[in-house]
């Protein structure tokens, strides 16, 4: 309530002025002889938008989806320019997405909308995923680099990922489907629409990537529609986790003598859900102007027992930790431990955006701006027990740490000619606090405020070319707990810094291709990095950072029905440019020196897909390969004893889907295979050695009962 007062000023000089604001974030649905508008917050929008998008701007498409029968998050990301996808679980439950080179752990480097609305639970104050909704639930999946991200924030530096979900049809209908395969893999699907409607649930469950993971989760997708002049997209979600599953990577010893899917750990279980509830307005404003308003809410629980974090934590004694470095068997139900990092998230806000098309000196304008009121609130508790399974024992932290955030930005838009010029601000006021609920505990506040400007170009020297180019400065806000510590001391931890440039081209339609290139160029003043890991003592760290590179992707089709794809991220340039330093104190973190490569910063990155797709036959295979990367600032290569230093080594892995589609009932049959050869490979080294995902086989039938998908 006392961010009220401030939230009506200023929404009230919008609500007064909205006649000279333009139309703006919607979608024109067509359906049988009727069409609506739904109301929604796009990144990128219609195709026609690419010509006047001054960044790198791709779209992986509902066919790219479904004919590849992804199965994860992680495989979708994949196909995207730029992006660096890295497994943990199998299930893709918690992917770790890094952008331009920056480190994917737990993706705090991106920013995730779900139709334009915050994905994350803590954007703000902890930007860890610890949830991602399964990758069923959408239909298409936008990302966006550059001078063209600052509409979207608080994360400016690598991108937005922004997944949409699909559009309620007037008429009614829908389908069910049904698959099944090896590591015990099962899932399922309904959806039903009509009148401008949407209802879906899924279920799937599985054994995960290594021994004692396995993971269920459901999810409840609601979406409706409702006014003709004013109208209003209500959505509501709820997804639910269950998995068995530990946080611990493996030993060297472990992984060479006990095998590659080993994990002792069975009582370790993840149980989580989430609701979040959204309602999108329009309000036309003339012929030229439009107000779209989204309210959310949304509330996360998480609660995740485990008997080890890292391979050298010391939660199991000694005997354990010595047993582990020498590769030997142990028994958890043994080890009398247990930690329960039990944590509830509150997200809730409000953000009205417009745009106004006008002329100014004869030419033409569009002005874009908005304004946002979000609010996020932590309680995070722990609790350490002493035999296995207990779920109950003696607690260690009680903490609330509460977030609010106030932002604007302003886009305007000039076209001269086949030029357009796109000068932006964006400006990100932060209060954050934190308080230690524990007897004797004390609490703390902090806040900070921050321009970020951006100037972004594009020509468009025919229909089917644009040539585009930017500069923007990246802006991401420290988390709570790293400026605010649990006795309330403030530390000066700036927010991260960085100048961005970009430059290329997009052809489209071409000869059946379709085809993006981009340079780019990321330079930071101010890179934060390590940070804690959960049951560890890595310090937090920051220093100068470079990193330069580029991408290409497109697709090809010929009238045979023969298709290719690709995405292809070369990163020459990844370094530390300067030592980084832990934040207090200041002293250099191990290894780290000027011309060392930033850990987690593959050089090269390619997902390449070959098909073919005739008369309801689909047919493709896809190669997916991850250039060798570090694993520590000291450019380790030697693998070392507790497996959280060492090489990386490259590799490449191989997918197949086959569908086909009866037309006289409507139905389709699939087949998928993932990883065909089964190749074992070390993806991650954070918390001990984590591998990738064993073979999947795959098949099921999917029977629609309408026109549609």
């Not at 009582?267 to 509830?277: L, Q």
């Not at 005997?319 to 809730?348: C, F, H, K, M």
């Not at 997902?607 to 060798?628: F, K, M």
């Amino acid at each position: 309530m006392r961010a009220l007062p401030l939230v009506t000023c200023l929404l009230v000089p919008l609500f007064l002025h909205a006649d000279r604001v333009l139309a703006q974030d919607s979608t024109v649905v067509a359906a049988s002889d009727r069409v609506y508008v739904m109301p929604r917050v796009d990144v990128i929008g219609k195709k026609e938008n690419l010509a006047t998008i001054p960044g790198s701007a791709t779209v992986l498409s509902a066919y790219s989806l479904e004919s590849a029968l992804v199965l994860t998050a992680n495989e979708a990301l994949r196909k995207l320019p730029g992006l660096a996808v890295r497994d943990e679980e199998g299930f893709g439950l918690r992917p770790n997405i890094g952008i331009r080179g920056l480190n994917p752990t737990r993706s705090t480097k991106a920013t995730l909308l779900e139709d334009g609305i915050p994905l994350a639970y803590a954007p703000y104050g902890d930007n860890a995923s610890y949830y991602h909704p399964p990758i069923e639930r959408f239909e298409l999946v936008e990302l966006l680099k550059g001078a063209g991200q600052v509409p979207f924030g608080p994360q400016t530096i690598g991108g937005v990922i922004n997944y949409i979900t699909p559009t309620p049809p007037v008429r009614l209908g829908g389908f069910v489907s049904a698959a099944g395969g090896s590591r015990d893999f099962s899932s399922g699907r309904v959806r039903l629409g009509g009148h401008r409607t949407l209802l879906e649930y899924s279920r799937k469950e599985g054994e995960g990537a290594r021994d004692n993971i396995r993971s269920r989760l459901q999810d409840v997708n609601f979406k409706t529609v409702l006014g003709e002049h004013h109208p209003l997209t209500l959505r509501a979600n709820y997804f639910t986790e269950s998995s068995t599953i530990t946080y611990s990577g493996m030993t060297q010893a472990e992984f060479d003598n006990l095998g590659p899917r080993y994990n002792p750990f069975k009582n370790d279980a993840f149980d989580s859900d989430r609701f979040g509830a959204s309602a999108t307005h329009n309000w036309n404003l003339g012929s030229a102007a439009l107000l779209t308003t989204n309210l959310y809410v949304s509330v996360f629980n998480r609660d995740w027992w485990r008997q080890s974090s890292t391979t050298t934590d010391a939660q199991g004694g000694p005997g354990v930790a010595s047993a582990r470095l020498a590769g030997n068997l142990i028994d958890p139900d043994t080890i009398g431990s247990v930690q329960g990092r039990l944590r509830e998230y509150r997200t809730w806000g409000v953000e009205p955006r417009a745009r106004l098309a006008y002329t100014a000196m004869g030419l033409a304008n569009e002005l874009q701006g908005g304004i946002k009121a979000h609010f996020e609130r932590q309680d995070r508790r722990q609790i350490n027990a002493t035999s296995p399974t207990a779920r109950t024992g003696t607690q260690v932290e009680d903490n609330l740490r509460e977030t609010r955030a106030y932002s604007a930005f302003m886009v305007n838009r000039t076209q001269l000619g086949a030029w357009s010029f796109n000068p932006g601000l964006r400006y990100e006021r932060i209060h954050s606090s934190r308080t230690n609920r524990l007897s004797g505990g004390a609490s703390g506040s902090d806040a900070l405020g921050e321009w970020i400007p951006s100037l972004g170009a594009t020509w468009n020297p025919s229909e089917k070319v644009t040539a585009f180019t930017g500069v923007h400065r990246g802006f991401a806000p420290p988390r709570t707990e790293d400026v605010i510590a649990s006795v309330g001391t403030v530390t000066e931890v700036e927010p991260e810094e960085s100048t961005n440039w970009e430059i290329g081209t997009r052809l489209g339609s071409i000869g059946g291709s379709h085809v993006q290139a981009t340079g780019f160029r990321n330079d930071f003043k101010r890179l934060i990095a390590v940070g804690s890991i959960a049951g560890g003592s890595t310090p937090l760290a920051q220093g100068e950072a470079l990193f330069v590179g580029a991408e290409l992707s497109g697709r090809y089709r010929h009238s045979s029905g023969f298709f290719l794809s690709g995405a292809y991220t070369w990163l020459p340039t990844a370094e530390q440019s300067t030592p980084f330093r832990q934040v207090v104190g200041g002293a250099p973190v191990g290894g780290s020196a000027a011309g060392n490569r930033q850990p987690y910063a593959p050089e090269h990155l390619l997902t390449a897909t070959a098909g073919y797709a005739w008369h309801g036959l689909d047919a493709q295979i896809e190669a997916v390969h991850v250039g060798s990367q570090f694993a520590d600032f000291a450019n380790t290569t030697i693998a070392s004893a507790d497996g959280q230093r060492g090489k990386l080594a490259r590799y490449t892995t191989w997918n197949a889907a086959l569908s086909h589609v009866f037309r006289s009932t409507g139905a389709r049959a699939f087949v998928a295979v993932k990883n065909i050869a089964d190749k074992i490979t070390i993806v991650d080294r954070t918390r001990g050695i984590q591998v990738g995902s064993p073979r999947l086989v795959q098949a099921g039938i999917k029977y629609a009962f309408d026109a549609g998908r």
